[in-house]
């Protein structure tokens, strides 16, 4: 999705002439020094997948796991909460950022909102690590 991304200038960076400035077309076909952040996030993306895999390495062979990160859905809460981070990150350098509220934009807000709900799953996986499996937290 993000070579279509800067082929077609959409989802492009805001002009710059620092060093991270390539010559990248917006989304009118204007050709200017931007930052490219579509390979940005195509790089932190592929970080983030060879993170999380030697992660999940880890976790399978390391003895003495903490049982929150033996969990099934660990790997995934931190996928969701680091590509928000991510997404969060870029948004400033974004030619369409638009500030709606506080200098962040309407995707800096969902963002937020996706991490603060990942704080929350995570919580609750940390939670149920501590239960026996299979029983309930209601009493009879």
């Known amino acids: 999705a993000r070579w279509g991304?800067?082929?077609a200038g959409c989802c492009g960076g805001i002009e710059t002439d620092g060093?991270?400035?390539?010559?990248l077309p917006d989304s009118h076909g204007h050709?200017?020094?931007r930052y490219p952040t579509q390979l940005l996030s195509l790089l932190v993306q592929l970080a983030l997948f060879w993170g999380l895999t030697r992660f999940n390495a880890w976790r399978a062979r390391a003895a003495g796991v903490p049982a929150g990160l033996r969990l099934g859905g660990v790997t995934s809460c931190a996928y969701v909460f680091f590509?928000?981070?991510?997404?969060?990150?870029?948004?400033?350098?974004?030619?369409d950022y638009a500030p709606i509220w506080q200098g962040f934009s309407q995707p800096h807000l969902w963002m937020l909102a996706?991490?603060?709900?990942?704080?929350?799953?995570?919580?609750?996986?940390?939670?149920?690590?501590?239960?026996?499996?299979?029983r309930s937290t209601a009493t009879r």
């Open 31 to 33: 050709w200017a020094r």
């Open 83 to 95: 590509f928000c981070l991510e997404r969060f990150s870029l948004e400033f350098f974004r030619q």
């Open 19 to 23: 060093p991270l400035g390539i010559l």
């Open 114 to 134: 996706g991490m603060l709900g990942c704080l929350g799953w995570a919580a609750a996986l940390v939670f149920s690590a501590g239960r026996p499996a299979g």
């Open 5 to 7: 991304c800067l082929a």
